[in-house]
């Protein structure tokens, strides 16, 4: 064997174990990205948008309690 065909040989072989590499990473990245739906769909069912904005609401109208008390308050 030369030595052309000894490096055509090497290129070659590094060209497939690349090809190999990247259907591997392929793969990791479709478990990755199906691990991150299954946790964001988790979550998303654990919070209770409803609970949210009760808490919300309830705070913006305390608030525009305080400030209708300040307004009403007498400088001394």
Do not use: C, W
Request: hydrophobic share 35%; aromatic share 6%; glycine share 2%.
């Amino acid at each position: 064997m030369n030595l052309d065909e000894y490096v055509a040989q090497q290129l070659q072989h590094l060209n497939d174990e690349s090809h190999h590499n990247g259907l591997h990473l392929a793969q990791v990245q479709e478990t990755v990205q199906s691990a991150v739906e299954h946790i964001s769909r988790f979550l998303f069912d654990q919070v209770d948008f409803e609970a949210i904005h009760r808490e919300a609401m309830l705070k913006v109208h305390r608030q525009e309690l305080e400030e209708e008390q300040q307004q009403k308050q007498v400088p001394v």
